[in-house]
Structures are given as C-alpha cells and as structure tokens.
C-alpha cells in the first residue's frame, strides 16, 4: 500500500484528491492544504516554491512514497525544483493537462485559465511548446478573483450572482477562437457548472489525467511502509472550518480529522 | 422651510443627500431607500417606473415640496412619467452630471459607468444628444456587480481586494481616449478612492450639480408646510443595519431614527 502526499494552497487540491481515492482506492494520503498562505497566484515564483519545498519536506520525512504538486501555481513555480531536491516521484498538474488538451483540441486554438503567478511564469505555454512545437495557438488568462472566492466558499446560489459576472468578464470573447479551454487551477473543477454557462465547447480538468499519471509512476515501485492504514489525513496550515465545509460538499462525506498544523519552522 | 422628498434603491443616494444638507441645511429631508427591490440596474424600465411611481405617491402624500431621484437608473427609466404625474418639481441626476461633464472634457470623449439598466434605457447618450449634439464620443459601461457591492458594505479593506479586481475589469483601457468619467450611478462615490486607481483623469460625480439644481427649482417657491422640524426622516424598505452602518460611515454620524416601512400597499 502506498503513502502518497498530495498538496495545493487550500481546496483545490481536493479535485486531484477524489480522482487519486477512485484510481488507488486503498492508499494512505497525505492531504496538505496550506491556506494560510493562500492565494498562491499572488506570489512570486521565488516565494511560492519556498513554501512548496517546506511543504515537500514535511511530506518526505513522513516517508511519502510520491508527491502530487495539486496545484497549478506551486507545480508552475516548484516542479523543477522539486524534482531536483526531493528523491520521491514528483507529479504536477500541468503537464496532464496539457496532453488532454492537446488529445482533444480540433483547431489547435486552445486556452488557459489560471491564477496571475501560473500565467506569468508562462508554464502552459513552455509546456505546449515542449509536447508539441510551435502549432498549438495558446490564449492564457490570469484570473486573479476565483481561486480566493473559491476558498472563500462562493460556490453556493447566493454568491453565483457575483460569480457568474466575474466569471463572464474573464471568459468574454475566449470561445469565439478556442474549441478547448484548460481549468489550469485545481480550484476551477469546483465551479466548473458556473463556468460551463460561459464556455460550452470542450473544458478540460487535468485531475484525471494527473491520477492516472502518479499511478504510472508508482508502478514499479515497492511501498515504502509496511502496515499503514489506508486513510485520508487532513493537514491545513490556517483556518479548518471553511475548509471542512467546502471538502465536506465537494467530497460528499464526513470529515473530521482535519489537523491544524504550523509548519513554518 | 422646505421639505424634500430623496429616493434610491440603497445607499446610493446618500452621496445626493449629503450635497443636499450642505446647500439646504435647515431642510426636512425624508430620505426613503428601496433596498427591498434593490438592485434597480437588473430591471426592465417598466419595473423600475412602477416602483418609483409609489415611491413618489409616498412622499407626495407627506406633502413634500420636490422629490429628487437619487438614483441614476431610476432617472434613467422614470424622470419623464414622474414629471408628467406629480405636480411637485422633479429632480434627476443625470442631466446635471451631464452637463458638468460638458463642462469639464477638453477632449470631447466622456466615459459614463452604471447599472446594466441605465446603460440599455441609454439616458446618458440622449441627455449628451439633446445638450451637445452629435459632436460628444460616449462610451457606456454596464457594471452589473458595483451597486450590488457598495449595498452589501464591500466598501472596507478586507474587500477592497475583490473590489479592486472587479474594478479594474470593469475600467479597463477606459482612459486611453477618454479624459472624463462619469460615475453614472450615485453609489459609485461610496467608492471613489477605489475608482480613482483605475482612472487618473477627471472623474464626475453629480451629485452637488443635482444639490444646486434643486435648489434653483425652488427658489420662487413658497414652502408647503409650516411649523415643521429641520431633520433627515431615513425610510428603508428592506433590512435596516447594513443601511445604518454604511449612512453612518458615510454621513460621518449617528443614525438612530430609521424606519422600516413597506409600501407595497
């Protein structure tokens, strides 16, 4: 059975979360959510991999067999590094995204959208260039409001009068060229039926994709550890509540091991 | 001493009224705010000109000596049927912050931002038509979600952050040609600060003109009541404490005396 750690800045990290649960139903999974410093998108590259590889180290000495970045931001910023650094498979979330895209794009116009900090450091763009040279016309959006209003639990009737306009500023115009749109922040999933009104060709949400990735990875690998439960431990670095609500909802179960935990030393 | 009759579907046209106090101080103001019905700007102008109709019925059954439409949209939809109606001066706000935007573009190309509703009754564009001609560039922006915001209180630091983005969406590129924004809605004020970051040029807020406007219709008029008290009589048709939070900040003073009243009858 296989210990894997998965984090995001908050709740996003829960869309990657429930496909890894449907792929390797029986594992032990570490889910670290490090709302405190949340949003990430607003960060720099520099500051956001510093709280990446805090997070990587507290998930190794916990003897992790493999690391899932579920965060667009952190795997934009960290990825490389954290290959570098750490000796555990590293799985980020962009690079299955963007092979979905490109497996389900006609017209080859595809677009991204994303918090600001994934959009500057232009990952998306390096990474369609890398699978797929220079053929693929990539249209990117940073958007800064909906990864906050997401953690902040605008994914209800009342705030959708908010969200919905939001929404249609940043999505005005993108489908009048692009038949693909990738949700390049793992929060996005969570409205994806708000952003559906504004989009209705194809939305890609690289979860699945990102499951079916770390199961390849762990393939031929032995456990690490012996007679460990299979479970999911709830880890947040901020607030709980809010969190327990929004992964309550979107998870469709009772969660009540959620720790709070400083891990800033 | 006069009695003045202010209506807005909130807050709004409380930056009227503050204008008001200042050039009639010794007034008896019935401030009435229809923040059951709030917001106006989702509304067809049939709707919003049955609900100010009984609005106006209201106050000129309390005998006042004008009524000043404190609102833009409500202008927008209802100014010609209240004159026609009520035999008491009718006082707008779109036609002062009109002409003073006349007065202040050098360049001719005025920007005027309001709810979705004032934008389609297209008011703005006659008003400049009927007083300029056709030598006057207008751009219209419908911002669906600011009323809505400043009537919820996201006026503070916590939300300036959201208000900021949304902002920004909403202004975007217009102070390449224009050099003139009217804030087309009397909430707008309630967040100039905010405004201002995202358009450096002259902003027009018209609610002193609308102060001076009134106060030029009454000046060959004998007042109708006798014996009556300077005072602000506030009347709202919906909550009360998010009314009286943001009237306190705003007019910088304690409200005790508001009254809820419904006059739906």
Known sequence: MYKI???DSGVGGLTVLKEIEAL???SHIIYFADNVN???GDKTGDEITKLCIRIAYFLTMRNVDAIVIACNTATAAAFETLKKKFNVPIIGVIEPGVRT?????KNGDISVIGTLATMNLNAYKKTFFALAGEKIKITQRGCKLLCPMIENG???KYTSYFT???LRLYLEG???NSDTLILGC?????IKDDIRKFFTKTIIDPAHETALELLHSLKNTEPKNKNIKPLVQFIVSGEINNFRKIAEKFLKRDISNIIKMDISY
């Open 186 to 190: 793992t929060h996005y999933p969570l």
């Open 164 to 166: 919905d306009e939001i």
């Open 174 to 176: 993108i489908s009048e």
């Open 101 to 105: 895209a490109l497996k389900a794009s």
């Open 154 to 156: 605008w994914i209800d």
């Open 5 to 7: 750690g998965v984090f």
């Open 38 to 40: 949340s949003p990430y």
């Open 24 to 26: 390797l139903p029986n």
